[in-house]
């Protein structure tokens, strides 16, 4: 089995459940050897696209690439894959010692001291039944699992939930120290965007089974900008630009706005006297997929 | 991974008190329940027919609890990045060592009762139709479990159960009386194999074979 980090590539990736569609024509890179956000909300298609990449399920239509291999039950690229779902994919009726044992057996580049030691770090009690524990203990059991099998590509579809803030903590410290120690494809899908974020090298926003935004974290960033100023001003710089939100304060306009990477816009309002602020990742989120949300509902 | 490394895995999993004693149990219950009745019945021909439905019973049980390991081995063997095929292969190295002895001793022994009440050699007949059914219906409800998807799991697996029962009851009740245990062997039986082996080649195969059964090869396309 490979341990050189591995990239994922979909074209026109669609995956329907009867009438419904959970993913659309996505077209989608993950680069090998970062760590990359995937962020959408509730029902925007995340696990879905993961459990493809994973080989666990089949596309409807379009293609997803691990490796450069459609995953779907081949032999290399499940090997090299470890999709920690949430919950935690555990032996439920028996002791927590039994499922590491058994991940222990099956993954190639299993680190048992690694396992140990994030053991005591959560404090997890491995003779405990996992149906014993609380949801966020069994998050960590999906957390130590992911960490300690190393595999090339690893996988956290919303582990965290549950997890207390200290230990939500200790697994984002666990899992850079272990990434600079041993680089790999991480993909996170969280929520927590601002909790999570200054992790993210690559990050991608799912709305509706389709990419609104993807690219370097820092690209993304930047190009969520808020411009506040007289109105008249405010319009006349914004052109054609994609406006995500839009509040007026008397003659005082404070405009969202989407820009392009190489967007002269930041200096230009600047010049203008404008006042100009980046738009945290969380809150571009917040604007993007309300937004699409709000469009979906007018086109229907 | 390799089909060894899954099997040993699966096999520390088995050989364990908890595990082999409901293994164990079932068993007991069932070879107990075959003599009871043998016994109740008397010497008379039909106790072999008795036999026939306990032996199928003993089979159920086996089947029904390997099954349920399965079922959770399979998942859990998916998330540790095994193959559908490598569990199927797996698991099939691991059920021939206890599902054909078994099969075989059930078959040596009503064989020899039969015998010794008149020589009644053709019951072997449906004492093979129960094995082949316990071992396609137990094959496909096993591939059944492994699906993704919710609506194989939900109306396959309990499907080829009903169906796998009802042939294995079929066949004991040939013993009994030939033509409605045949009739419903007629029906039962060839849906059985055909549910059960379409089930195990579409989560066996590897996508662009499964994909002439299941439609297009999604593997063929990608490369």
Redesign the interface.
């Known amino acids: 089995m490979t341990t050189a980090p591995i990239a994922v590539a979909t074209h026109g990736l669609t995956k329907r459940y009867g009438a419904t569609t959970a993913l659309e024509g996505l077209d989608l890179e993950i680069r090998a050897g970062a760590i990359t956000g995937l962020l959408g909300r509730n029902g925007a298609g995340k696990s879905t696209l993961l459990?493809l990449v994973a080989?666990?399920?089949?596309?409807t239509?379009g293609?997803?690439?691990v490796d450069g291999?459609?995953p779907?039950?081949?032999?290399l690229t499940?090997?090299?894959?470890?999709?920690v779902?949430e919950g935690g994919?555990?032996?439920t009726s028996e002791p927590v010692k039994?499922?590491l044992?058994?991940?222990r057996?099956?993954?190639?580049n299993w680190d048992a001291d690694l396992a140990a030691s994030l053991v005591d770090a959560f404090q997890v009690d491995t003779s405990q039944k996992v149906e014993n524990l609380s949801r966020g203990q069994t998050s960590m059991v999906g957390a130590i699992v992911g960490l300690a099998?190393r595999?090339p590509l690893t996988i956290f579809d919303e582990t965290y939930i549950g997890m207390d803030a200290p230990n939500r903590e200790t697994f984002y410290e666990a899992l850079l120290t272990d990434y600079a120690a041993h680089p790999r494809t991480i993909v996170i899908s969280s929520h927590l965007i601002s909790e999570v974020e200054r992790m993210f090298e690559e990050v991608v926003i799912l709305d509706a089974g389709r990419v609104l935004v993807a690219g370097d974290a820092d690209d993304v960033r930047s190009r969520g900008l808020t411009l506040t100023g007289r109105a008249a001003d405010v319009e006349r710089l914004l052109g054609a630009r994609d406006v995500l939100t839009r509040r007026e304060l008397g003659p005082t306009s404070q405009v969202t706005v989407l820009t392009s990477p190489g967007d002269d816009l930041p200096a230009r309002a600047r010049d203008a006297g404008l006042e100009v602020d980046g738009v945290g990742l969380q809150d571009l989120f917040v604007h993007l997929t309300r937004r699409s949300g709000s469009t979906a509902k007018d086109e229907s | 991974m390799t089909v060894p490394a899954l099997a040993r895995a699966v096999l520390a999993r088995l050989v364990r008190p908890g595990t082999l004693g409901r293994w164990g149990g079932g068993l007991l219950l069932g070879l107990g329940i075959w003599v009871l009745l043998t016994l109740w019945w008397g010497q008379d021909v039909e106790a072999v027919g008795v036999g026939l439905v306990a032996a199928a019973l003993v089979m159920g049980l086996i089947g029904t609890v390997s099954v349920l390991l399965a079922s959770d081995v399979v998942r859990l063997a998916l998330a540790a990045g095994a193959t559908r095929r490598r569990v199927l292969e797996a698991w099939v190295l691991l059920a021939l060592p206890v599902v054909v002895p078994v099969v075989a001793l059930v078959l040596v022994a009503v064989s020899l009762v039969a015998r010794s009440w008149g020589g009644i050699a053709s019951d072997v007949v449906p004492l093979a139709l129960v094995a082949v059914t316990s071992w396609f219906g137990g094959l496909g409800i096993v591939c059944a479990l492994a699906s993704r998807e919710p609506r194989i799991r939900r109306t396959a697996t309990p499907g080829l159960f009903l169906l796998s029962l009802a042939s294995v009851v079929g066949a004991g009740a040939t013993a009994f009386d030939p033509v409605p245990g045949w009739a419903i062997l007629a029906v039962a039986l060839p849906l059985t194999l055909t549910l059960g082996a379409r089930l195990a080649l579409r989560t066996a195969l590897p996508p662009d074979v499964a994909g002439l059964l299941t439609g297009a090869s999604t593997r063929k396309v990608a490369r």
Do not use: C, I, K
């Not at chain 1, 080989?55 to 596309?59: A, I, L, M, V």
């Not at chain 1, 779907?72 to 032999?75: E, L, R």
């Open positions: 459990q080989g666990f399920e089949r596309p239509s293609h997803v690439l291999e459609d779907f039950d081949n032999a499940m090997a090299g894959t470890q999709l779902r994919d555990t032996f039994d499922t044992e058994w991940y057996d099956l993954r190639e099998a595999a």
